[in-house]
């Protein structure tokens, strides 16, 4: 069965650079969640969206920004980065918000030196 | 928000062993899962239980929605079980909050 898709699998910047990372969801998943987790953290939600449309905001950064495009895959975008935004992005999706079952990508690994 | 707890924060077991570990939600939840992350970093989908009880070969999963806490047990322990077990919920939001873990080792 196909699963969510995550691009790049790992991502080398420096400061101040910009990233974009890549999720395609399962087929026919119409939510999309970014979860960032930092080294023996639990993952935290950066954002979510439903049908195209932001649905929920959590501790993302004024310097990343995320959108879901047409076909429902989703980009996260980060800029000026900093050593602190080092850590493991995952994107997961759902059929439906909040009662279906989340399905996670296998992350984006973000080193920033 | 929700809170999320999780117990106990570690556990080491010896091969064959088997293991309750619990987690606590401080409301009323619509979607619980249990994921396993393993030590490349994946998270794993165990079991999708915001109530009742379900079993997946040696694992099984119990949710008291009722009394707000889930029980994942993990019967005749093997070294690839090591990882970390994390506990997710959506109280009605938009999104999953995840307890702390439970980070488990499986000596051989």
């Known amino acids: 069965a196909a699963g969510v898709i995550q691009s790049p699998r790992h991502l080398i910047k420096e400061k101040r650079e910009t990233a974009t990372l890549k999720c395609y969801p399962i087929?026919?998943?119409?939510?999309v969640y970014w979860y960032q987790q930092g080294p023996g953290q639990d993952p935290q939600f950066l954002i979510s969206?439903?049908?195209?449309?932001?649905?929920d905001k959590g501790s993302i950064p004024d310097r990343f920004s995320a959108q879901q495009f047409s076909d429902y895959h989703s980009e996260l975008n980060m800029s000026s980065l900093e050593l602190g935004d080092s850590a493991l992005y995952f994107c997961?999706?759902?059929?439906?918000?909040?009662?279906?079952?989340?399905?996670f990508g296998e992350g984006s690994r973000l080193t920033v030196l | 928000g929700i809170q999320v707890e999780q117990s106990p924060p570690d556990l080491i077991l010896q091969e064959g062993a088997n293991s309750t570990l619990r987690c606590n939600f401080s409301?009323?939840?619509?979607?619980l899962q249990w994921f396993h992350q393993n030590p490349w970093g994946q998270l794993i989908n165990l079991f999708y239980?915001?109530?009742g009880t379900k079993q997946n070969g040696r694992l099984s999963a119990t949710t008291v929605a009722t009394e707000r806490y889930s029980l994942l047990y993990i019967s005749s322990s093997q070294t690839t079980d090591s990882g970390v077990y994390f506990c997710?919920?959506?109280?009605?939001?938009?999104?999953?909050?995840f307890g702390p873990g439970t980070r488990l080792s499986v000596l051989p």
């Open positions: 409301d009323s939840v619509n979607n």
């Open positions: 997961a999706s759902s059929d439906g918000q909040g009662a279906g079952e989340l399905f």
């Open positions: 969206f439903y049908e195209k449309m932001q649905s």
């Open positions: 239980i915001p109530s």
């Open positions: 087929p026919r998943h119409d939510t």
């Open positions: 997710a919920v959506d109280n009605y939001g938009q999104n999953f909050v």
